[in-house]
């Protein structure tokens, strides 16, 4: 009898613990052959679980699928949700006239692991992915900006300092910093006017103690959220000596978008508001020489699916990483809307390799 009953209570409680567990795991870390095998044990344990609850007794039998219920509902959030589809749009594609000498370099600084199920409601648990860190460099006559830092030189070290959730679900590869592929291929920091920041969260920020003399831009309410943003942003409110300048959307619409920011005035970098992630998120438009096009959404998206097929985050994720899901899910709809009107501009994610292969990586002397 008190085997039965443990049996039972195993199937009741730690089974569908153990199951959702291993979802979220093998979505985070990316580890799926491994968990996979874990999945398929806990799964058989929750099965042979029940049965023995319900043919032992119909009160713990009902208990058990009761409590079985939540988890139902939590894999169904894994599962696909496209949002509605947009209101097409409909305005003309914004002139800029970016100059002869401008150009844009990808410098990849390591990796983290994940799958596609993390990144986006319908992706799967075996479509393993290596989520870029990727800092955009922006060669412009009148000065040149990066697009956020990625894994910085110090990162093993901020690792340790991270929230333990955080720690816990992240296994990462780090390559060469920015700084470093900078120095490697003689670059001059002092031709940096700034560093511009999709958002602080520490795989955007950690690169910043690399750059000490560099101006670092961000929003009012991202500066804010600096300082009172909690462990979320705990590893840029522990960078001393950042020098953060505040800047304004003194320009008008922008592809749908209600404000801008024209950096030059030329058309050839342009800023525009898309809080939800965090309070100042911003997307960074790139018009080129050559006529391309780019759109660094930050943390928008994980991965271009989550515009292309208009997919947000999976709940756990979501809940953890957008401090507005509502507000997340306008600006996803926004940009599945400029993506459809205009295909032909490059959905640069900030996690997605995808979006930077177009872009040259530095040439080293």
Avoid at 4 to 17: D, E, H, Q, R, W
Avoid at 18 to 37: N, Q
Avoid at 190 to 217: C, E, M, N, Q, Y
Avoid at 318 to 329: F, N
Wanted: aromatic residues 10%; contains cysteine.
């Amino acid at each position: 009898m008190r085997a039965s009953l443990i049996g039972t209570m195993f199937g009741v409680v730690v089974a569908p613990a153990l199951v959702a567990l291993w979802l979220v795991f093998l979505a985070a870390r990316g580890l799926g052959p491994v968990m996979a095998i874990a999945g398929v044990i806990a799964l058989a344990t929750l099965v042979s679980s029940l049965i023995v609850a319900i043919r032992r007794s119909r009160w713990f039998g009902l208990l058990s699928i009761a409590l079985t219920v939540p988890l139902g509902l939590f894999v169904l959030t894994f599962c696909a949700s496209p949002l509605p589809r947009p209101t097409p749009f409909a305005g003309p594609l914004p002139r800029a006239s970016p100059p002869a000498g401008m150009a844009a370099y990808q410098l990849p600084t390591g990796v983290t692991h994940r799958t596609a199920a993390f990144a986006y409601r319908g992706g799967s648990f075996f479509d393993r992915r290596d989520f870029a860190m990727t800092v955009v460099l922006v060669k412009h006559p009148r000065g040149d900006l990066l697009i956020d830092t990625g894994l910085g030189s110090g990162f093993d070290a901020q690792f340790g300092s991270l929230p333990l959730f955080l720690r816990v679900t992240t296994s990462y590869d780090r390559t060469r910093s920015a700084a470093e592929q900078l120095a490697a291929a003689g670059y001059d920091p002092a031709s940096l006017r700034a560093i511009v920041l999709t958002h602080v969260h520490w795989d955007h920020v950690s690169g910043l103690p690399d750059f000490p003399k560099t101006p670092v831009w961000v929003t009012a309410e991202e500066h804010r959220y600096v300082r009172d943003g909690g462990v979320i942003s705990g590893l840029a409110r522990s960078i001393a000596g950042v020098h953060y300048e505040e800047y304004e959307f003194d320009g008008g619409p922008y592809l749908g978008f209600s404000k801008s920011h024209d950096v030059y005035g030329d058309g050839s970098i342009v800023i525009v508001p898309a809080a939800g992630h965090t309070p100042g998120s911003v997307i960074v438009f790139l018009a080129l020489a050559d006529g391309k096009r780019y759109a660094h959404v930050g943390d928008l998206a994980w991965q271009r699916e989550g515009i292309t097929e208009r997919e947000e985050r999976p709940w756990v994720p979501r809940a953890l990483g957008d401090l507005d899901p509502a507000q997340v899910r306008v600006n996803l709809s926004r940009m599945a809307a400029i993506h459809e009107r205009y295909p032909d501009i490059v959905l640069m994610p900030a996690h997605d390799a995808r979006g930077f292969a177009a872009l040259p990586k530095l040439p080293t002397r």
